[in-house]
């Protein structure tokens, strides 16, 4: 078993069931297996082999499945860009992996030329949308290429566990993006943890408006139902209203949105007119939600609600359950079916203690193991021996586990605050915030301070126009479980906290933005 016989075996099981929908195109999973394999022969006739890297800068589209599940067959390296990258950040990620051939969106095409003036080692270069005319001279057509090739079933490969399946670039919130190898090994073991936590069948239609060069996006959520023989539908560009149309025209059963996304829609003036009641269950993650947002969702949105926690190296670590949703509100859940975790300090040897709540002491690096880890960073031996060690990925989160066994989130242990000699940890801090009433989104970091070495500083998105600094901080004064040490010296009201695309904020986006305005 391989990703790309993951598509093969649904087309043999479920070969007239609808597979893929995508603006007003339609497949059935025969028709998009037969377009996936014209489009995987007219790759390898273009000289792309086994092994070698194929890049596709594209928005959330049937061209991005497409491509992934061709380089699948080929046995070559899907290797998903962020197409909202710059040109030089796109040519970095091209001359990292090596890739041989490059998959673009049409709005795209300025920095792509770009890019070419600054690299000539991709020979191939692959134009979606449009009509063939207007591709420029020395690019390919996708849709001619994926309509017309000849599929003479040239190419038959059988990749090792321990192949490389992709290069998935980090979204570089802690740094420069790094190139995550998936194996094949590691792309299985996703897809079948997250079929059997969600419980996914061949009669779930999922709906998809997360990016799909984004692990949360494919690995944990598009291959998932391909292997069950599902549906899936594809918005290209994410909007509340788009969504909530596409869930009642489709009936969808399965949506996976970050938490702001969930309560756009919530919020929206149309919200009650539309019929969700097809949803079965919701999966999100990256980012907190409120007590109230939590309930209002269950009530009137979608019963079943799953947290997840995840990272690139490895995706859907933890899992909240619906039926803990609320009683845990704030946890990650427990590990999932195939993933290990434990909670360690500096010494590798020594786990912090279970407790009620994070006192002090109980928090601590989290580091998992399970098939889904991955082996290490493209072209970075040195980062992949800093982060693997001894069968065990270092996350570079703080957690804490209470005594019934739920992982608590607590920031990364770069955002640790220090102030005047007193360790704080900013999700402690947001999660009081997030209990204040008019407070829509919040979160906290350190900024210098020449008396405290840090100030604690919360940003927050209101719910409440009227909602006001002093209310806040009375806010603060009056909670019980936070000391006023912890509580924020600066509160900046923003009209929303930078993200990345699994919804987790970007806090040194916040930091260099304050340190502007100032």
Known sequence: MYIGSLLEQSAERYPDHLALVYKERRWTY?????????????????????????????GTSEYSATTYF??????????PVNYRLAAGELTGILSDSGACALVYGEPMLDRVNRSRELLDSVPVFIS????????????????????ETIDRHEFRV????????????????????????????????IAMNCVMEYSLTHADTALHIAPLYHVGGMQAFFIPHVMVGGTNVIIDRYSPLATLETIQREHITTLFAVPTQ??????HENFKSFDTTSLRMITTGGAAISAAAMERVQREFCANIFNGYGMTEASLTLLLHPGDALAKLGSCGKPTLITACRIVTNDPQREVPVTESAVPGSIGELIVRGPQVTAGYWNKPVETARKLRTGWLYTGDLFSRDAQGFFYFHGRVDDLIVSGGENIYPREVEEALYRCPGVQEAAVVGLPDPSWGSSVTAFIVRSNPALTAADIERHC?????????????RIVFVDALPQNPSGKVLKRE???????ER
């Open 128 to 147: 979606c949308g449009g009509s063939a005319r207007d591709v420029p001279q020395g690019h390919l057509h996708f849709e001619t290429l994926a309509q």
């Open 30 to 58: 025969a028709e998009w297996h037969a377009r996936v394999r014209r489009f995987a022969q007219a790759l390898a006739d273009l000289g792309v082999r086994a092994g070698e890297r194929v890049a596709f800068f594209v």
């Open 158 to 189: 059988t990749p090792a566990e321990d192949q490389l399946a992709a290069l998935v670039y980090t979204s570089g919130t802690t740094g420069h993006p790094k190139g995550v190898q998936h194996s094949q090994r590691n792309d299985l073991a």
């Open 262 to 267: 969930i309560q756009d829609m919530l919020v």
């Open 510 to 516: 916040l930091v260099a933005r304050y340190a502007e």
């Open 477 to 489: 004064r009056g909670r019980d479980d936070l000391a006023a040490f912890k509580r924020p010296r």
């Open 70 to 79: 061709a380089t699948q067959l080929l046995g070559a390296v899907a290797v």
